[in-house]
């Protein structure tokens, strides 16, 4: 093989790979800065039961899983086990992802290593309501992010969240809980106030989101 062959092919390898790591790249920059899976599950006391959801969100929604059928709305009917009907078809939670028009605070949080994040996400999801199916989801979801990190930094959302991304639902929920976590990696530890987290009740009609933001 000649020198001009080898260089050639040298040449299309660095392509090649310099291509493969541009596309790695924007699709984990796709995702930081994004309100990512929040899911929203129904457990009304009856089966059959008719239910509204309006999502009022300050942003840019990116995508809906099933689409509104309604202004800003959901109209679905649900069972006691969670089970959503949506238009003849079956869901086990309402989906949706946005850019948010508003950033989250860290004022309180938790700086967590990567290789203890899996049993901090058990703890304070409990702690938060998710019950152990719900809390499996998030943690399914979350985890690969998350467990190499050396360190996260995560606060759960409260009032911010709330504000921006208002949640209604009719006939009114006896118990609604939202677990929204804002996070993003960090080489080292950083101090922060420690966040006092709230335990629900949990009973009677309940609506239960999770999701979350990798923060840029």
């Excluded at 493969?20 to 920059?29: E, I, L, P, W």
């Excluded at 946005?98 to 700086?111: M, T």
């Excluded at 989101?209 to 990798?214: F, M, P, S, V």
């Amino acid at each position: 093989m000649n020198k001009k062959a080898i260089v050639g092919i040298f040449l299309s390898i660095m392509m090649t790979a310099i291509v493969g790591c541009t596309g790695a790249g924007a699709q984990n920059g796709a995702q930081e800065g994004q309100d990512l899976k929040p899911v929203i599950y129904l457990y009304p006391l009856e089966d059959n039961t008719e239910i509204s959801v309006s999502l009022d969100y300050n942003g840019n929604l990116v995508d809906l899983i099933p689409e509104f059928n309604a202004d800003k709305t959901w109209n679905v009917t649900a069972n006691r086990d969670g089970k959503i009907t949506f238009e003849g078809k079956t869901y086990d939670y309402l989906f949706w992802e946005g850019d948010p028009n508003y950033s989250y605070d860290f004022y309180s949080g938790f700086c967590v290593k990567g290789e203890d994040t899996k049993s901090f996400l058990e703890d304070k999801l409990t702690v938060l309501g998710l019950n152990e199916a719900e809390r499996a989801e998030f943690i399914e979801f979350w985890l690969p992010m998350m467990e190499k990190n050396p360190y996260n930094l995560i606060s759960f959302q409260g009032t911010t969240y709330n504000n921006n991304a208002k949640l209604s639902v009719t006939p009114a929920p006896d118990t609604m809980i939202r677990v929204f976590m804002a996070w993003y990696p960090t080489d080292k530890y950083i101090k922060i106030n420690p966040q006092y987290l709230e335990s629900p009740s949990r009973g009677g009609f309940t609506v239960v989101e999770w999701g979350g933001n990798k923060v840029k």
